[in-house]
């Protein structure tokens, strides 16, 4: 069976953007690759956090991953941190990386603006190398996730090459999974923008905990365009697009099959149906989530992932090693 690796960085309540970018995808291909989901704490802690915070935000998103279908029997469910071979890695992959290239990511440039007053953590710049080596090490075929992580995805790809290139084969190159609706959910409010966990106001952004009518009241006052026209056009009608995206992903359609329902409706109809679409598969999952979070099995789901990933991570640090050289004659 073929592998697939991906994981999401516990900074934040999650939002629609996380479920339809990334969740939703993992659920629909449990079935067809064995599935490596972590929660990448290591990556969080490329941006200042809070440890209580922290410690709260990883255990919901484990109990998220759950909620959404994940099952924990055909994926192995577990925290980045509890592996220390995903920091080995990439030390080893940082010594094979160009400074030129890690100045290019957009993520980088975009996160280290926002810190320019309290100082950019090596961690943030090098944080492409760190996800590198968490798909590297596990030789994961695919990696599904949202839009924005495509470029780390790309760079993953050519450290591989660049490594095998000169060792001789060791790493398996993984092809990137977007899904074709839904790659990049905007923000409600500015819909130019993602819609990201980390934003300031959260009027544009919906959490998949949120009140259910809360998530309905952010749809309603979603920005919009002024023609009344339910047309795909992300550079004219950037509101209207988002909202076309979210409807067509969530109900499993094309953008043109929703152009066509809703080709003699009026936005208030249209801004509805998707309130209710969107409330309709999120209270199923934050059911779930209340009765997870308030349960034992959490700890015990990563127990049980930390022991499978381990030795596989453990036996690949080992065989790269060999290859370059490192450790006793
Ligand atoms: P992050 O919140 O940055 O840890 O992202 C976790 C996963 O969710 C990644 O695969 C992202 O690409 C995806 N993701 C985050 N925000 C969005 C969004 N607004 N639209 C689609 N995918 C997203
Ligand atoms: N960087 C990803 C994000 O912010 C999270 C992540 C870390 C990841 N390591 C990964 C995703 C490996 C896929 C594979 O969204």
Redesign the pocket.
Known sequence: MKKL?????PTGQLTLGNYIG?IKQFVKLQNEYESFIFV?DL?AITTPQNKKQLQKLIKELVALYLACGLDSSKNTIYLQSENPYHAHLSWVLNCHTYLGELNRMTQFKDKAAKLKKEGIPAGLYT?PV??AS??LLYDADV?P??D??KQ?VEITRRLAERFNNKYGSTFKIPDVIITSTGARIKDLQDPTKKMDKSSVSDKGVILMLDPIESIKQKIRRAVTDNDSIIKFDEKNKPGISNLINIYANLKDISIKETEEEFKKANYGDFKEAVANLVTEVLKPIQDKYHQIINSNIIDDILNQGIEKALPLAKAKCEYVSKKIGLGRP
Do not use: E, F, T, W
């Open positions: 690796i991906s994981g999401i960085k990334a990448a990556h944080y760190l996800m968490d798909i990696v996730v949202g924005d992580q780390h």
